[in-house]
T-cell receptor
Framework: ETGVTQTPRHLVMGMTNKKSLKCEQH?????MYWYKQSAKKPLELMFV???????ENNSVPSRFSPECPNSSHLFLHLHTLQPEDSALYLC???????????FGPGTRLLVL | DQQVKQNSPSLSVQEGRISILNCDYT??????FLWYKKYPAEGPTFLIS?????DKNEDGRFTVFLNKSAKHLSLHIVPSQPGDSAVYFC???????????FGTGTSLTVIP
């Protein structure tokens, strides 16, 4: 596998479920990001990790919980989500914080 | 408040003609700009970038122009090809910052 991969590609969950999104980058990058893409809205940055340390939390509700065990893996743990959280969740990585980001294919999430 | 705006949600162009995608920004501190291209069911792919010390950057069929006084950038694709049909996002950042700010995207359709 090359580049940035995300699993699952599609997820349907109820409001009481707990699920996790996984991102893995094979590029040797040090920074990783979670973005949310809702219809007709700009990409919204959610979290930034640099060398496994969280450097940015963009006022994201606590029902989204990120985890970065190492520079290659990033998780987004989801619990008690709301229907308005339905969106495309994109992971990205970059060599360093100020550098071009490379995106994964995204996870399409539907909350019922 | 949206700091990066793409006011045209869609654009249709005949194959072989020029496609011009526009982007405006409000933050005069932005000094690094990128264009991403996104196909359905895929993550955004980096296309071309420009820093504020330049007013033009060219890569094959793609040229980005930056007008700092107008806080405006544009992406020119010439000649346009059907494979260029995608959603194009512009993004901006302060080069020393953590965050890229994305526009809402312009959907380009190149008609054969």
């Amino acid at each position: 596998e090359t580049g940035v991969t995300q699993t699952p590609r599609h997820l349907v969950m109820g409001m009481t479920n707990k699920k996790s999104l996984k991102c893995e980058q094979h590029l040797g990058h040090n920074a990783m990001y979670w973005y949310k893409q809702s219809a007709k809205k700009p990409l919204e940055l959610m979290f930034v990790y640099n060398f496994k340390e969280q450097t940015e939390n963009n006022s994201v509700p606590s029902r989204f919980s990120p985890e970065c065990p190492n520079s290659s893996h990033l998780f987004l743990h989801l619990h008690t989500l709301q229907p308005e959280d339905s969106a495309l969740y994109l992971c990205a990585s970059s060599p360093g914080l100020e550098e071009t980001q490379y995106f994964g294919p995204g996870t399409r999430l539907l909350v019922l | 408040d949206q700091q990066v705006k793409q006011n045209s949600p869609s654009l249709s162009v005949q194959e072989g003609r020029i496609s011009i995608l526009n982007c405006d920004y409000t933050n005069s501190m932005f000094d690094y700009f990128l264009w991403y291209k996104k196909y359905p069911a895929e993550g955004p792919t980096f296309l071309i970038s420009i820093s504020s010390i330049k007013d033009k950057n060219e890569d094959g069929r793609f040229t980005v122009f930056l007008n700092k006084s107008a806080k405006h950038l544009s992406l020119h694709i010439v000649p346009s090809q059907p494979g260029d049909s995608a959603v194009y996002f512009c993004a901006a950042s302060v080069i020393t910052g953590n965050q890229f700010y994305f526009g809402t995207g312009t959907s380009l359709t190149v008609i054969p």
